[in-house]
């Protein structure tokens, strides 16, 4: 996938949470239709098989609950892309990326080889399978791990045993930890912690630009990689370092490049990777100098830096901002009016028309395990449509994201997004407000949501909180219900099973307690009111496009007769 990657150190957020987010881009001319759902234990396969490389996987027969936002139509497999799991384990997977010629000469990429010809015949060739793939990380990862490094683990060792068939970035975090993992070649890999403070602004392009690997095979604490690849770069003579150490025996730099070593360098980059990573971090370091001759970093430079401490905390809107962004305020955005027509077609933005999702992953230290973990999700072009927040640790999500099928409705935020969007673009300027209200009243109403369930929820636990409001609720000591939510939002609503005797049933079907199922019972309840109030708002926003724009039309004439 065509993606963009903004990964942030719970020290560089403003709430202390961790946060890792990613645009869902489909290739050029494609559009992937999107669904939120949540699985549950008993849906999740005990034996895998990929739909895209064929490769057949036992898995663990303990997964947990976890909720996800794959494609909704079949034929490319699950395609999970991002997701939070009920331990509060976050995964977006993936960042599409390249590596150069030298290592896939020395790690072929294993791809799906298709049976030739008939059983029987003296030229028959039985399939061979491929590896695993963007289709398949989350489902075998997510669901079987307890933390982002055992994620990177258990990612690492069945890239090793499996091999993949593409060049990927992954990102795992959990409440104290967020780590990117890069595949190098069809069985290789590093991964880096991101550091507390700092950010890391990744394109579609391998990343990681200074590597450890005495921490890799020491302590680990913010390097791991593939168990041989210290003999896989000195076998393949892929070190382009001057400097050398000693490590496990083998002489080698004690750190290195990776961008150097397996990436690429290519005026391709310069259209469409490069660029995106000037505009991140241009705007999360707003003081330096970015624009004139003598900036240290322009949009085609080939070192800027894989992750920086940010000149202020990053909140929830700035990565909403840049994730939808296209450019502002330079000669580069295709809809601004600075520079020329050649140059507002430049670059390729990071909000760009064949975004299926953006889902925004916050896991925040300040809140209970049971709704410690918010997934912010907007459908569709970035700049048309809305981050809103929603509760993950759930068994169902809420039909207006949930049920989006092949067919174009408005009952789906999917395909009325879309519409939005292909609605206001010819008119971008006479929109724009609208958009902005839309924005500013779904984001403002989501943080209030957010704040007034939570209150209700620690509340009726009895939990702290180390923000402002900690003690407020519904009282302390007993189990969260369905009515602590109706209170604090005074609303009631149909779309969530709250059925006792079928709860039970589960229950006993899924070991679920019934505290837990308590728990998600209301945390359902919560996000249907709030995809309630989306579909409201983004049904008001469809009426007004529609109306400027529709005065905008090429056959438009004011003269009329009444």
């Not at 759902?37 to 396969?45: F, G, T």
């Not at 936002?69 to 997977?93: D, F, H, Q, T, Y």
């Amino acid at each position: 996938m065509s993606c963009t990657t903004l990964l942030v150190g719970k020290s560089a957020t403003i709430d202390g949470s961790t946060m890792i987010a990613r645009n869902d881009d489909s290739g050029s001319g494609r559009y992937d239709p999107k669904r939120f759902i949540a699985v549950n234990p008993c849906d999740q396969p005990r034996h895998y098989r990929s739909e895209l490389s064929h490769v057949s996987i036992d898995l663990p027969d303990d997964p947990c609950r976890y909720s996800i936002v794959p494609n909704a139509l079949p034929g490319r497999g699950i395609l999970a892309e991002c997701g939070i799991s009920e331990r509060n384990i976050a995964m977006s997977a993936t960042e599409t990326i390249a590596v150069n010629e030298r290592v896939l000469g020395a790690d072929p990429m294993v791809e799906l080889q298709p049976a030739h010809g008939n059983p029987g015949d003296d030229d028959y060739r039985p399939e061979i399978p491929g590896g695993i793939g963007e289709e398949d990380f989350i489902t075998l990862v997510l669901p079987y791990v307890h933390s982002a490094r055992e994620g990177v683990r258990r990612l690492g060792e069945l890239l090793e045993r499996f091999g993949t068939y593409e060049a990927n970035g992954i990102a795992i975090s959990d409440v104290d930890d967020v780590w990117y993992v890069e595949t190098i070649g069809g069985h290789h890999w590093i991964a880096k912690r991101v550091p507390d403070d700092c950010y890391a602004a990744i394109p579609n392009q391998l990343g990681l630009d200074d590597f450890d690997i005495e921490d890799a095979f020491g302590d680990a604490r913010n390097h791991m990689c593939s168990a041989d690849l210290v003999e896989f770069i000195r076998e393949n003579h892929l070190d382009r370092g001057m400097g050398n150490g000693v490590v496990n025996g083998v002489r080698f730099a004690e750190k290195f490049n990776p961008r150097t070593l397996f990436g690429t360098r290519t005026t391709k980059d310069h259209i469409y990777n490069t660029p995106r990573a000037w505009y991140m971090e241009r705007y999360l370091n707003p003081s330096e100098d970015w624009d004139s001759p003598a900036a240290r970093y322009t949009p085609i430079s080939d070192d800027i830096p894989w992750c920086r401490r940010p000149e202020n905390r990053v909140t929830v809107e700035d990565v909403a901002f840049l994730m939808a962004s296209h450019f502002e305020d330079t000669p580069y955005d295709p809809y601004g009016t600075r520079g020329t027509d050649e140059t507002r077609r430049r670059y390729r933005p990071i909000g760009i028309n064949r975004t299926g999702q953006m889902g925004l992953l916050q896991i925040r230290p300040y809140e209970p395990e049971s709704n410690r973990s918010v997934m912010w999700l907007q459908y569709g072009s970035g700049p048309f449509t809305t981050l809103t927040p929603f509760y993950t640790n759930v068994r169902d999500t809420p039909a207006y994201l949930r049920d989006t099928g092949a067919e174009v409705s408005t009952d789906s935020f999917y395909w009325t997004s879309r519409i939005i969007a292909a609605l206001a673009d010819p008119h971008y300027v006479s929109n724009s407000n609208a958009i902005e209200h839309y924005r500013e009243n779904v984001m403002s109403h989501g943080h209030a949501h957010i704040a007034r369930v939570d209150a209700a929820l620690r509340g009726a636990t009895g939990a702290g909180a180390g923000v402002a409001g900690a003690g407020a609720g519904t009282g302390a000591g007993h189990a969260v219900s369905c009515a602590d939510i109706e209170d604090v939002e005074g609303i009631k609503h149909n779309g969530v099973r709250m059925d006792a005797a079928v709860g039970a049933a589960d229950d006993a079907a899924s070991g679920e307690s019934a505290d837990c199922r308590t728990a998600c019972d209301a945390l359902e309840q919560a996000n249907q009111q709030m995809a309630d109030y989306l579909r409201s708002q983004t049904q008001e926003l469809l009426s007004k496009v529609l109306y400027t724009s529709s005065n905008l039309m090429r056959n438009a004439f004011a003269m009329s007769d009444r």
